[in-house]
């Protein structure tokens, strides 16, 4: 019994195969449908489909995708949605965390009501926000593509092709269907933001708020010199989570624009699945996937960093 | 001091007012989407292809709008569901693809997913929350790296695999089972690394105390800690039946039989067809999301623990 007992709480290392069989049902599933498939892509990737079946083309798939105008395009789209999505999104969301903070009375209400977009698929929402701009019959259309209002002929949103670029090629500003979207993903991704600003703004302690406040601190100042640093590692974990979230969501692209108009809309993500499923280089897909996963990776070791920081000094 | 006091209190009731001002606005951009739906879902074609588009069909060749001259329809609903007469005890039947067959489907898919994902998850989480052995961190930083790979390239390796396993004849294997396994690749590493740190929160103190009592450690796992877990394991349940409802993107590239289709899949029956059925489709969206939207105000609390702790963790 004592031996039982010492085992199990001995910190080290555990003789028992008990952790091992609890964990290999998940470690079989996770090869089979997670890591098989990105070894896999990882060997499609260096390969070319020919009429006989594959060869090996080592990096020509990198360097073709490089080749191609439709990539740095697609880059700088991407850079200008996740910018737009990921400050629009928390910024919004910190102003509603500051509101629900200020209002306990009624706060449950609110946030029932402002967490019900989370919850619709990406693919509905992407369908809802085009409903309201399909051209004409659209009820946005019917104030946007009034000429009295946005001169000289009024706007459609899913048909207006981008504004002259500013800088060389880069996609700014951006076409209105890509404003669009952008307000579509961040009204989807508001509640979740707001959700974890709020946690970590109730974190916050009340004393040093109030001592601040009684050493003359304006409620401007409260916000930006303590709410903020301490609230930036959530924050830091929010934009890291949004920012992976965008490189990598494409139902809603999909459903609302489906990449157009012409290209204006089409992100790395989106391009992905084109290439891959309607031109079917698969060879050059994975390779594009490739690059978007080191991204991730990236993107989760940030965010492993940030908490473990966080949990270090409590 | 009398009047500083009621100086005092006129000045957070304005704050008061401002900070609900703005909650009502907030609340009324993220209700505006969803409600245009629901207002076109509800109208008749003839108001749906309207040129400048109304906003509710009540206006008269005289008047504005007109109470009484309201033109509110269900043709949208009736598409979808498409109720026939019938002898059962509801006098009608509902004989729609979406309620017949792919709500079903998805019904299937969501739970089963589900269970099996807490099933799995609620072991590994638990072993690696009490246990220390060799590989431990690595297992768990390979965990979360899995996700970084791009979805929709795993989809290249899976449809592959798909094919392959429907060529195999084996017996009594259908798409279903497939997708089953691959939803719950999909959410096993988010809800392993839930179910830990909810396994980490239960103290280790009352196992022990089992297994000074005579209780073997699966026996203690099973009647002492799953107990306490519960609304933890619950979470994740929850999360992962959200999340195979409404996943599209999966479903659409492996689902190959019609009477195998999901829900979001189903959905795209109604997009092919031309503009005007505006309020069929609108139908479908809310049809499909409100059983979400329903059980999320049910279970909200669930939901927004889930949320937090899974966004700190991953």
Redesign the interface.
């Known amino acids: 019994m004592r031996q039982l007992l010492s085992r199990y709480k001995g910190g080290g290392q555990t003789q028992t195969s008990l952790p091992f069989w609890l964990i290999l049902p998940t470690i079989i599933v996770l090869l089979a449908i997670q890591v098989y498939p990105a070894l896999y892509t990882a060997w499609l990737s260096l390969q070319e489909r020919e009429p006989t079946g594959w060869t090996f083309v080592g990096v020509e798939n990198y360097k073709r995708l490089f080749g191609t105008s439709l990539f740095s395009e697609s880059i700088g789209h991407t850079i200008v949605f996740l910018v737009g999505y990921t400050s629009v999104t928390l910024a919004l969301g910190f102003i509603i965390a500051l509101l629900l903070n200020g209002n306990v009375r009624l706060s449950g209400f609110y946030i029932t009501l402002l967490f019900i977009p989370w919850i619709i698929a990406d693919i509905l929402v992407g369908l809802i926000f085009r409903l309201m701009v399909v051209p004409d019959y659209g009820l946005l259309s019917g104030i946007l593509q009034n000429p009295k209002i946005i001169p000289p002929n009024g706007l459609s949103v899913l048909t207006a092709v981008r504004p002259t670029p500013w800088f060389g090629n880069f996609a700014f500003p951006p076409a209105p269907a890509m404003d669009f979207l952008i307000l579509a993903s961040a009204w989807r991704a508001l509640p979740f933001v707001t959700l974890l600003l709020l946690a970590a703004m109730q974190t916050v302690p009340s004393e040093i708020i109030e001592s601040s406040r009684i050493d003359g601190a304006n409620g401007r100042q409260v916000i930006r010199h303590i709410m903020i640093p301490l609230m930036l590692p959530t924050m830091v974990v929010a934009l890291f989570s949004l920012t992976l979230s965008g490189m990598n969501g494409v139902g809603m692209i999909f459903s609302l624009t489906g990449g157009g108009p012409g290209t204006s809309t089409e992100v790395l993500s989106y391009m992905l699945y084109s290439i891959g499923w309607d031109r079917l280089q698969f060879g050059r897909a994975a390779a594009l996937a490739l690059m978007i996963a080191v991204v991730n990776w990236l993107l989760i070791s940030g965010t492993l960093r940030v908490t473990r920081l966080e949990d270090r000094n409590p | 001091m009398n009047m500083k006091n009621s100086l005092l209190i006129t000045r957070r009731q304005r ?2 007012l401002l ?2 001002l ?2 009502i606005l ?2 009324l ?3 505006l ?2 409600a ?2 629901v ?2 879902s509800f109208k008749k074609e003839q108001d ?8 509710f069909p009540c206006d008269t060749p005289t008047q504005a709008f007109d109470w009484s001259a309201c033109r509110w329809s269900v043709e949208g609903y009736d598409r979808v569901l498409a109720p026939e007469p019938a002898s059962n005890w509801l006098g009608f039947e509902l004989t729609g693809n979406m309620i017949r067959t792919y709500i079903p489907n998805t019904l299937l898919y969501a739970t089963t997913t589900s269970f099996l994902v807490v099933i ?2 609620g ?2 989480g ?3 929350s ?5 590989g431990h961190r690595f ?1 768990m ?1 390979s ?16 449809y592959q ?1 798909g094919v392959r396993l429907r060529k195999a004849n084996i017996p009594l294997y259908d798409d279903r089972f497939f997708i089953i ?2 939803y ?3 959410f ?2 988010l809800s ?1 690394w839930i179910a830990k740190g909810f396994f980490d929160a239960i103290p280790r103190e009352l196992e ?1 105390a089992a ?2 009592d ?1 209780c073997s ?2 026996g203690a796992l099973w009647r002492v800690t799953m107990p306490l877990a519960a609304p933890g394991l619950m979470a994740v349940f929850l999360l992962t039946f ?1 999340g195979v ?5 999966a479903g659409y ?1 492996l689902i190959s039989r019609n009477d195998h289709k999901n829900v ?1 899949f189903g ?1 795209y029956d109604f ?1 092919g067809q031309n ?1 005007v059925n ?1 309020q069929v ?2 139908a479908a ?1 809310i049809l ?2 409100l059983p ?2 329903i ?3 049910f279970t ?1 609390r669930t ?2 623990k889930a ?2 702790e899974g ?4």
């Open positions: 704050t008061n900070i609900n703005g909650l907030v609340t951009f993220a209700m989407p969803i245009t739906t207002l076109v749906v292809t309207r040129k400048p588009p109304v906003i799995l998850a072991l590994s638990y072993a690696f009490r246990y220390r052995f060799r297992l930083i965990i979360l790296a899995i996700t970084g790979v791009p979805l929709l390239t795993n989809l290249l390796a899976l695999m396994i691959v719950m690749g999909f096993l590493p392993v022990e297994l000074i005579g450690p699966l959200v409802w409404n996943e599209f993107i590239l979001m959905l997009l503009i505006l489709l609108a969206c499909i999301a979400m939207v059980l999320f105000l909200r939901f927004f949320m937090v966004a700190i963790k991953g």
